[in-house]
C-alpha cells in the first residue's frame, strides 16, 4: 500500500512570497503531524491533528506558519512571507492513533532565497 | 525543557565489529523511546521502540532509568547498516522529541 506522499519534494521560494506544502496521510489514519527539520538537527514537532481538528499549534515558530485538515485526511501547511530562516525539510507523520507508529513522508525541502 | 542527546555526529566502524549508538533523554517520567532510522535517499523509518523489546535488524536497545539512556547496539556491523539514526523519545505525549542524529558509516 502507499505510504504518506508529500508534494512538492522540493520548493524555492524567494524570500516574503508564500508556500503551501501538502501531505496526503496513509488512508484510515486518525492522527497527522507535521516536523520540522533544520540542517544538521533532528525533526523538531509543529503540530498535531486528529481528524480535521487541530489539537495542538505549540510549535509552529511563529503566527506566519498555518497548518489546516479541512476533511480529515490531506492536510497542508503554509507559509506565509517566508524568510531565509524557515528553510528547512518539512516532514508529515500520520497514525493510526495517538500512540501508534509515526509513518513519516519523504519530507518537503524548502529553500528560501 | 526536555531534550534526546546522542552526542556522536558521526560513528565510524568496520564490518564486523560491534556497534553502539549513544542516546540519552531528559524527562523525569516514564516517556517511550524510540530509534528511527534513514536510509540513504529513503524516508525516516521506525527501527525499534523500548515497549516492543525487539531485537530488529540484529540491533537491540535496553532502557536505563537510572542513566536515563536508550543506547542503540548491534554485535556485528554490516554494510548495509550505514545510514542515519535518530533516537527519540515522546516525553509522555505524543510530541516526539528527536535527537540531532548520529551517521554511521560501516567501512568493508
Known amino acids: 500500500g502507499a505510504g504518506v506522499s508529500q508534494s512538492p519534494r522540493y520548493k524555492v521560494a524567494k524570500r516574503g512570497q508564500d508556500v503551501a506544502l501538502r501531505c496526503d496521510p496513509i488512508s484510515g489514519h486518525v492522527s497527522l503531524f507535521w516536523y520540522q527539520q533544520a540542517l544538521g538537527q533532528g525533526p523538531e514537532f509543529l503540530t498535531y491533528f486528529q481528524n480535521e481538528a487541530q489539537l495542538d499549534k505549540s510549535g509552529l515558530p511563529s503566527d506566519r506558519f498555518f497548518a489546516e485538515r479541512p476533511e480529515g485526511s490531506v492536510s497542508t501547511l503554509k507559509i506565509q512571507r517566508t524568510q531565509k530562516e524557515d528553510s528547512a525539510v518539512y516532514l508529515c507523520?500520520?497514525?493510526?492513533?495517538?500512540?501508534?507508529?509515526?509513518?513519516f513522508g519523504p519530507g518537503t525541502r524548502l529553500t528560501v532565497l | 525543557a526536555q531534550r534526546v542527546t546522542q552526542p556522536e555526529k558521526l560513528l565510524s566502524v568496520f564490518k564486523g565489529a560491534p556497534v553502539e549508538l549513544k542516546c540519552n533523554y531528559s524527562?523525569?517520567?516514564?516517556?517511550?523511546l524510540f530509534w528511527y532510522v534513514q536510509y540513504s535517499r529513503q524516508r525516516l523509518q521506525l527501527l525499534l521502540r523500548?515497549?516492543s523489546r525487539e531485537s530488529i535488524k540484529g540491533f537491540t536497545a535496553d532502557l536505563n532509568k537510572g542513566e536515563t539512556s536508550f543506547h542503540l547496539k548491534k554485535p556485528f556491523a554490516q554494510e548495509e547498516d550505514s545510514a542515519m539514526y535518530y533516537c527519540a523519545s515522546d516525553s509522555g505525549t505524543y510530541k516526539y522529541i528527536f535527537g540531532t542524529g548520529t551517521r554511521l558509516k560501516v567501512l568493508a
Open positions: 523500548h515497549i
Open positions: 507523520a500520520s497514525s493510526l492513533g495517538v500512540h501508534n507508529e509515526q509513518f
Open positions: 524527562y523525569s517520567g516514564s516517556p517511550e
